[in-house]
């Protein structure tokens, strides 16, 4: 199999830059704008609307929808499920974020009934993807990871399997897999997860690049610019507080060099 080059992953971010694809976030409340900053930084056009009525028409002009359950309530699970089957239908993308699955029940029938409608790709922390993937015992913290991606990895790979789905866990090192081909990604920042909505952020690129290319190849280059950019952001800060300002500051800035000095992907 052929990796994915920094240098492919720095074609597919001009993509982005270039086509400024609209990306239909129903997200959280807590990521609204930290998410849409980041798309913004990176070179997308992100709008963060969740109303039922407006769903039809941001179908016709988006090009990706990401789903995350955050802040859930069941009109919500309304809208996310109608948003779903519009997107399937004109054939765009889909991105899930399944926030503290495992938690409650109300989250653990969402996000099942969620990956049934098949989306493009899964992106979530250790935890959620162990819990989505049907791991039994799990004693779930809620938005946080209580485990390694190392850990679940093998979650990812059945959970691509059963579900069809392009899937990223990610972590200190980040995995994509569709079941079949497996890559790591590593850089990012161990503050990273000490500021809130980044793995929110981050399934908000994923849906900006994979509007612009095919779902492992786009997933994959995401955690990539990610990767870098919060390695950078990383090494600026003193502390969670700026992290996510400075992000968006490195992504907006990130180039080929800053690609190759701050992140990797390996084939395992
Ligand atoms: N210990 C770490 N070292 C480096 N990067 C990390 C670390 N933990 C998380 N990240 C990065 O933070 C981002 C969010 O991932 P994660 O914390 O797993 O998601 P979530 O915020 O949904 O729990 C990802 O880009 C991931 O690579
Ligand atoms: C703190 C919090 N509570 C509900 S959603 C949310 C944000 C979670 O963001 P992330 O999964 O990116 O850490
Ligand atoms: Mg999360």
């Given amino acids: 199999m052929t990796t994915l080059t920094l240098a492919d992953v720095h074609a597919l971010h001009e993509k982005v830059r270039t ?4 990306v239909h976030n129903i997200t ?12 913004l930084a990176a070179g ?12 039809e028409d941001f179908g016709r ?6 789903l995350n359950i955050g802040t859930l309530s069941s009109d919500w699970i309304a809208g996310m499920k109608l948003a779903a089957a519009v997107y399937k239908a004109a054939g765009k993308p889909i991105v899930f974020d399944p926030v503290a699955v495992g938690a409650t029940r109300l989250r653990n029938t969402a996000a099942a009934d969620l990956v049934a409608m098949g989306p493009t790709v899964i992106r979530g922390n250790a935890s ?7 791991v039994a015992g799990l004693a779930s913290k809620g938005v946080d990871s209580s485990a390694s991606s190392n850990a679940a990895l093998d979650s990812a790979v059945a959970l691509a399997k059963s579900s069809g789905a392009v899937v990223a866990v990610t972590g200190e090192v980040d995995y994509v897999t569709d079941g079949t081909r497996t890559v790591a990604i590593e850089g990012g920042h161990e503050l990273m997860p000490l500021s809130t909505a980044l793995g929110c952020s981050l399934t908000g690129l994923v849906g900006a690049f994979v509007a612009v290319a095919p779902a492992f190849e786009g997933t994959v280059a995401a955690l990539a610019v990610y990767a870098a950019a919060g ?8 502390g969670p507080g700026f992290l996510p300002q400075e992000l968006c500051d490195a992504l907006y800035a990130l180039d080929l060099e800053g690609l190759k000095t701050n992140a990797a992907i390996r084939s395992i």
């Fill in 28 to 39: 959280n409340f807590v990521a609204m704008t930290i998410a849409a900053n980041v798309l």
């Fill in 61 to 66: 002009i988006a090009r990706a929808l990401t």
């Fill in 44 to 55: 997308a056009s992100p709008a963060m609307v969740h109303s039922m009525d407006e769903v």
């Fill in 128 to 134: 959620e993807i162990m819990a989505l993937s049907g």
């Fill in 19 to 22: 086509e400024r694809p609209l």
């Fill in 231 to 238: 390695a950078i952001a990383g090494k600026r800060v003193k």
